[in-house]
């Protein structure tokens, strides 16, 4: 049996490390799914986020998903 290679990766950008075309892309997919999705809306959104993880179609290089992560600070008993 011959095995296959993947067609999808994941990969995690710091919220600094997305490009404006990511930006595009990714609100493309997330426009697909939400009404009243506007970018400035979306870009604004994004830019309170630590980070994202990408999925990405390596057969055609474009994103397909995306998720993305925020750390906040928490105390928890004094700490």
């Given at each position: 049996m011959?095995a296959k290679s993947?067609?999808?990766?994941c990969?995690?950008?710091?919220i600094?490390?997305?490009?404006?075309?990511?930006?595009?892309e990714?609100?493309?997919?997330f426009?697909n799914?939400?009404?009243?999705?506007?970018?400035?809306t979306?870009?604004l959104?994004?830019s309170?986020?630590?980070g994202?993880?990408v999925?990405?179609d390596?057969?055609?290089?474009?994103?397909v998903g995306?998720?993305?992560?925020?750390?906040?600070?928490?105390?928890?008993?004094g700490e």
């Amino acid at each position: 049996m011959i095995a296959k290679s993947p067609r999808l990766s994941c990969k995690f950008f710091a919220i600094n490390q997305v490009s404006v075309p990511m930006l595009i892309e990714m609100h493309t997919i997330f426009n697909n799914y939400y009404e009243n999705a506007d970018l400035d809306t979306f870009i604004l959104d994004m830019s309170k986020k630590s980070g994202v993880f990408v999925l990405k179609d390596l057969t055609n290089k474009r994103i397909v998903g995306f998720s993305t992560w925020t750390e906040m600070p928490i105390t928890y008993k004094g700490e």
